[in-house]
């Protein structure tokens, strides 16, 4: 992991990336350098009794408490580091796998440090057909409704949006 984050880091920067976003374990261990700015985040699991690594094994999901005290910590420990060039992103995973409170959290807690919330959306088919099955309505749409929305809102993918989602999110801002 360590020379991992060393190794992106320095590409990023040879590359001229002035801001990243990534985990917190990695981002601790980047290159250390005047020219950049970094937000940190963890992904956040809240709504599943399992969920499955990316090798496959199967591990306990965390509750929403045991996320939100983690994320509130991490907020409190890095928020504003280096002269606010060391801030912290909220990260709920993606709708799927996260409850509802959970994801309302991350919002209100992203308004509180004055921080944005990262979050996956609209990647795959297969994703917008299960939140649209277990919430009835659009991603973006549910996303705006437990307050993922506007420009504290940093969406990763948006792949699989109508005409309807994406004029939603041009009236938050977003482009």
């Known amino acids: 992991m360590y020379w991992s984050a060393m190794l992106g880091g320095a590409e990023l920067l040879l590359g001229g990336t002035t801001a990243i976003l990534d985990m917190e374990r990695c981002i601790t261990r980047r290159p250390r350098s005047g020219r950049s700015s970094a937000s940190v985040s963890g992904p956040w699991w809240g709504s599943a009794s399992w969920t499955r690594t990316p090798r496959g094994a199967a591990r306990a999901a965390e509750s929403t408490d045991a996320a939100l005290a983690e994320a509130e910590s991490l907020a409190r420990r890095w928020h504003g580091a280096a002269g606010d060039r060391l801030r912290v992103c909220f990260a709920p995973r993606f709708v799927p796998s996260c409850s509802g409170p959970l994801l309302r959290a991350a919002s209100e807690l992203a308004a509180l440090f004055g921080a944005q919330v990262h979050t996956h959306a609209a990647e795959t088919i297969v994703e917008r057909e299960t939140v649209l099955r277990t919430t009835g ?26 005409q309807h989602e994406t004029a939603r999110l041009a009236r938050q801002g977003r482009t």
């Open 137 to 162: 309505m659009e991603e973006i749409a549910y996303l705006d409704s437990v307050g993922i929305s506007g420009k504290s809102a940093a969406l990763a993918h948006c792949v699989w949006v109508d």
